[in-house]
């Protein structure tokens, strides 16, 4: 499968942005989905994910209340939904697939497909 990430950009404090991925390749129902974030200086992190249903999400404690995951498989794509950025959110996005679908892992090295990722600046 391949991943393609959009929808990065520069906002203010306290906005929002929707990020979207876009899977093709392969129907985007056979795998878990993520979001994972890499600041400059900084290893990539969890942020979000969702299983292949959209039955189960789980967030990093940094973004939840704030961040939203969700997909839809007949348009093969996932979204993170973020309301009241913050300038620590400032970072790469990337978007990542986990063909063992139903696990609802959240370490990087899990995930076997990957966006290339897109910029998110935040400022004060």
């Known amino acids: 499968v391949q991943l393609q990430a959009s929808g990065g950009g520069w906002v203010q404090a306290g906005g929002s942005l929707r990020l979207s991925c876009a899977a093709s390749?392969?129907?985007?129902?056979?795998?878990?989905l993520g979001w994972f974030r890499q600041a400059p200086g900084t290893e990539r992190e969890f942020v979000a994910r969702?299983?292949?249903?959209?039955?189960?999400?789980k967030y990093s404690d940094s973004v939840k209340g704030r961040f939203t995951i969700s997909r839809d498989n007949a348009e093969n794509t996932v979204y993170l939904h973020m309301n009241t950025l913050k300038p620590e959110d400032t970072a790469v996005y990337y978007c990542?697939?986990?063909?063992?679908?139903?696990?609802?892992?959240?370490?990087?090295?899990?995930?076997?497909?990957w966006g290339q990722g897109t910029e998110v600046t935040v400022s004060s």
């Open positions: 969702i299983t292949w249903s959209g039955g189960d999400t």
């Open positions: 990542a697939a986990d063909r063992n679908r139903g696990l609802g892992r959240t370490a990087a090295y899990n995930y076997d497909y």
């Open positions: 390749g392969r129907p985007v129902s056979n795998y878990d």
